[in-house]
């Protein structure tokens, strides 16, 4: 699916306050705001729903005592026409005051989320291996077999990219201190939720089991909120947005288990080549639709190959090379 103007004037004014959130932000990329400047640029309805919630903010007066503050707000009615270039890191500075005016009202001292003391590792499976891991914040990781992922906490920052493979991420809610994952030109920011990330050779596949994220792209300038059960995947050319029936069978491979209900055999010997080892090669391809259903562990291929002989008019061939070729039995 092509990038196109929304029709919808909801989910247009959505993205725009997905977009507001990330540009507050501190730790916001060069990366994300290029995104946003793409985003911008697909319709002038984008640009107007953006200066909107900016408009809300301003509208808000939550300083008025606060020396300088009528200064910013000057400077951002002033800059309404172009949002792209001086609102977001005006009010940037204005919702910093807006804090520490609240923090002065209430006794509150402003306290840093995590600590000063910066951690950069790097995670990775073999083939056929599959990892758990407990990062320095408290957030969980479970890799899928060949997978490699860098790790940088530092500060009010927790930032990881996945190099290539899949991974499921369970991560601890910190409040003010979002957990972004980056792949390619795709970004999500956690709140605090459990969601899949599968980079294959052709697209990116985000699944969000629990909880909410927000997921930017930056060709096409795509910002979509996912809500659990969403499916995000994006390819070279397009990016679509998806519902799953059966979180389970996304997240199946982190028990051990490849689980499939009446799935074709063409999507059960792609997932199962994932996994390794050895290679499964569909011969025929009019065995590609045929259905398959059971509960298979991840690096045991023999059993799906005796339930395929056993069960459906599969025969089973065995190459030097590591191949393993089905053909149809006539």
Known sequence: MKQRPSSSTTAIQAEAEIWLVRLHAHDCSAHERRAFEAWLAVAPEHAEAYAESERFWNTLDLIPQEPGAQRWRGQARRDEGSPRRYLAPVWG???TIAVAAACVAFGLRP???GSATTVARDYSTAPGELREFTLEDGSHLTLNS???VRVRIEGSSR???LIRGEALFDVAHEPGRPFHVRIGDVTVADLGTSFNIRGGAMDT???LISGRAAVTRERGGVAVELMPGDQFI???TAWRKQSVADLAAVTDWSSGHLVFRAAPLRDVVAKMNR???GRLVIADRELEMLRISGDFRIGDPDALL????STLPVRVEKSSDGETRLYSRR
């Open 159 to 161: 930032e990881v990219e």
């Open 306 to 309: 005796h339930a395929l002989q």
């Open 93 to 95: 500075v204005a919702l």
């Open 205 to 207: 596949e985000i699944t």
């Open 234 to 236: 994006s390819g070279a």
């Open 275 to 277: 996994h390794g080892p």
């Open 111 to 113: 306290t840093s989320s």
């Open 146 to 148: 060949g997978t490699h």
